[in-house]
């Protein structure tokens, strides 16, 4: 069974940045699509961003398109979120996620999500 574990959260002011890593143990990601997802309190668990497991395809919502970049080191298997120009709407804990197939486009659901991190928090100050 897969272990994801993230950090690079934290505290940081309105248009700051930040970069989260998933590290994998116990099993590869190398070759599953990825993603990222936040929930803030009180609202769903809502999808972020995906990496197909080449890197070659990518896919954000549009709160963050343009924003984050969603990365991969498949030597590593570790993926990355880098966040830029933050305000406080972003403020969640954020969650690493692996599709439960391998393969994949690099399109990713809550619904697809085989193995979740325990979510690292996010906050944006004003």
């Known amino acids: 069974q897969v272990q994801l574990v993230e950090s690079g959260g934290g505290l940081v002011q309105a248009g700051g940045s930040l970069r989260l890593s998933c590290a994998a143990s116990?099993?590869?990601?190398?070759?599953?699509?990825m993603g990222w997802f936040r929930q803030a309190p009180g609202k769903e668990r809502d999808f972020v961003a995906a990496?197909?497991?080449?890197?070659?395809?990518?896919a954000y919502s549009d709160s963050v398109k343009g924003r984050f970049t969603i990365s991969r080191d498949n030597a590593k298997n570790t993926v990355y979120l880098q966040m830029n120009s933050l305000n406080p709407e972003d403020t969640a804990v954020y969650y690493c996620?692996?599709?439960?197939?391998?393969?994949?486009?690099?399109?990713?659901?809550?619904?697809?999500?085989?193995?979740w991190g325990q979510g690292t928090q996010v906050t944006v100050s004003s």
């Open positions: 116990g099993g590869a990601i190398t070759t599953y699509t």
């Open positions: 990496i197909n497991w080449l890197g070659t395809g990518t």
């Open positions: 996620a692996r599709d439960q197939f391998s393969g994949g486009s690099g399109v990713l659901s809550a619904a697809d999500v085989g193995s």
